[in-house]
């Protein structure tokens, strides 16, 4: 049967080549950013992947789990590789390519193409491999969102996270990489919605303050949930303080 090309992505990414294809292909990175995989397995060790290498990869979709050996037809560290599926509806090969451009100022840009093709096994696969074409670029689209994003987050060293208040201002904290590579996030007690009285407050309340950084609040691995945790801590900790000592009354 004849090939059919399913679906072909095009991300642009503010990162070195090196540390893309890094995010892209270590399993530390990729079953953080990829929402199917589950774990994968390597007979002879991850750092040992060649071109001819194959290996076991787990993934979850929905409710079912779903078992692939993958061979990967072509490793070439850092710009190629494709990989390649055998399963009981065909051959399903997934290749990929990397290139970097240079700007002034030492500002690089990487360009990422995934393309995804399919040999089916028989002409009822073929038809059904035209039908869902669709659902399938879809569904990795949003995957290579959620690995740029991830990429973005990984390079930074320190981000602006935002809560609204009761009173419709915007109480923002500072997160800072740890040497974990975790998010250690900070109030920012020298900003305009905090007065002596709420500082003095948090720091009775065994809050610890850093001289630069402001009042430490938690530790977080990603920026979603950062501000996922603000919002708590805003709610649960920050506004009854408040009330407490007749800030907002």
Not at 106 to 116: A, C, G, P, Q, Y
Not at 170 to 182: G, H, K, T
């Amino acid at each position: 049967m004849r090939e059919i090309t399913l679906f072909r992505v095009v991300k642009t990414i503010d990162a070195p080549i090196e540390s893309v294809f890094q995010y892209l292909n270590q399993d530390q990175h990729v079953l953080r950013w990829h929402s199917f995989v589950q774990e994968n397995h390597y007979p002879e060790g991850e750092e040992c992947l060649t071109s001819g290498s194959q290996f076991e990869s787990v993934w979850r979709m929905g409710k079912k789990i779903y078992t692939f050996n993958v061979e990967l037809e072509c490793f070439d560290p850092p710009s190629h590789a494709m990989m390649k599926t055998t399963t009981k509806e065909g051959i399903s090969i997934t290749e990929y390519w990397l290139s970097q451009e240079e700007f002034e100022e030492d500002m690089v840009e990487t360009t990422l193409i995934v393309e995804s093709r399919f040999i089916p096994k028989n002409k009822f696969q073929m038809i059904k491999g035209l039908l869902t074409g669709w659902l399938a670029k879809f569904l990795y689209n949003e995957q290579y969102e959620r690995f740029v994003e991830y990429v973005h987050e990984e390079e930074m060293d320190e981000m602006l996270i935002h809560c609204d208040l009761p009173d419709e201002r915007d109480m923002q904290a500072l997160a800072y990489r740890n040497e974990q590579r975790s998010w250690d996030v900070y109030f920012d007690d020298f900003d305009e919605f905090a007065d002596k009285y709420q500082i003095q407050a948090l720091l009775s309340a065994d809050y610890k303050k850093d001289p630069e950084r402001g009042i430490f609040l938690f530790t977080v691995e990603t920026s979603e949930e950062a501000e996922e945790r603000l919002a708590t801590w805003v709610e649960d900790v920050w506004i009854p303080l408040s009330w407490r000592i007749g800030r907002w009354r």
